[in-house]
Nanobody
Framework: QVQLVESGGGLVQAGGSLRLSCAAS????????MGWYRQAPGKQRELVAT???????NSADSVKGRFTLSRDNAKNTVYLQMNSLKPDDTAVYYC????????????????WGQGTQVTVSS
């Protein structure tokens, strides 16, 4: 089994910072893309940022210049450094990963974390 364990959410004032971490564990052959999505109340889940195994990143326009995504391949962990937080960033943040497992061959599956709440007060 593969698990994604998130940490680092919480309550912060506008302009503050938080760092989210997501560690993948289990029977992992290779991790391809990892990243974060978020879902605010009453809204659809949306992409925040993703990073490939080679380090290429993609992020939403709303977070560019404020959020930085990085990855430690040796630890199977991805980090989201969030600076200059705004009330609009309030949401449940979900870790996402495309992971190759050995299961009667090498197959890629998509995994999600349980979500961590980020609340930004004005």
């Amino acid at each position: 089994q593969v698990q994604l364990v998130e940490s680092g959410g919480g309550l912060v004032q506008a302009g503050g910072s938080l760092r989210l971490s997501c560690a993948a564990s289990g029977s992992i052959f290779r991790i391809n893309a990892m990243g974060w999505y978020r879902q605010a109340p009453g809204k659809q889940r949306e992409l925040v940022a993703t990073i490939t195994s080679g380090g290429s990143t993609n992020s939403a326009d709303s977070v560019k210049g404020r959020f930085t995504l990085s990855r430690d391949n040796a630890k199977n962990t991805v980090y989201l450094q969030m600076n200059s937080l705004k009330p609009d960033d309030t949401a449940v943040y979900y870790c996402n990963a495309q992971i190759v497992v050995l299961r009667r061959g090498l197959l890629e599956y998509e995994y999600w974390g349980q979500g961590t709440q980020v609340t930004v007060s004005s």
